[in-house]
């Protein structure tokens, strides 16, 4: 692996249209446990496998100012903030998975 891809940012813009949010390492970090709470919550078919993806894979903002929460990647979308991970069981299956996420408060919440 090179010095780059290990180079992590404190901070991300991310931007849609006229919508632009500041993204800190912190917050994303809060993000990837919302996330995880919500994973072993859910009762989704594929649960255990996206929580054992997620889990061992920490938050970071790359140097391109992309937003990774344990290998989801944060978006604007539709001006609010969505996590997507795209999962291949096989090469015949792929499931595209989506989180919305928000803020209240101090505590960020998958929606």
């Given at each position: 692996m090179s010095a780059h891809a290990l180079q992590v940012q404190q901070e991300a813009i991310l931007r849609q249209g006229s919508v632009e949010?500041?993204?800190?390492?912190?917050?994303?970090q809060q993000m990837r446990i919302a996330l995880l709470d919500a994973?072993?919550?859910?009762?989704?078919?594929d649960r255990d496998i996206l929580i054992a993806?997620?889990?061992?894979?920490?938050?970071?903002i790359d140097s391109d100012g992309r937003v990774m929460l344990g290998g989801w990647l944060l978006q604007l979308k539709n001006a609010q903030l969505v996590a997507s991970y795209?999962?291949?069981?096989?090469?015949?299956?792929?499931?595209?998975?989506?989180?919305s996420i928000s803020k209240n408060g101090n505590t960020w919440r998958v929606l």
């Amino acid at each position: 692996m090179s010095a780059h891809a290990l180079q992590v940012q404190q901070e991300a813009i991310l931007r849609q249209g006229s919508v632009e949010l500041r993204i800190s390492l912190d917050d994303a970090q809060q993000m990837r446990i919302a996330l995880l709470d919500a994973l072993r919550h859910s009762q989704l078919g594929d649960r255990d496998i996206l929580i054992a993806f997620t889990k061992p894979l920490p938050a970071w903002i790359d140097s391109d100012g992309r937003v990774m929460l344990g290998g989801w990647l944060l978006q604007l979308k539709n001006a609010q903030l969505v996590a997507s991970y795209r999962l291949s069981t096989n090469a015949e299956r792929a499931v595209g998975y989506a989180a919305s996420i928000s803020k209240n408060g101090n505590t960020w919440r998958v929606l």
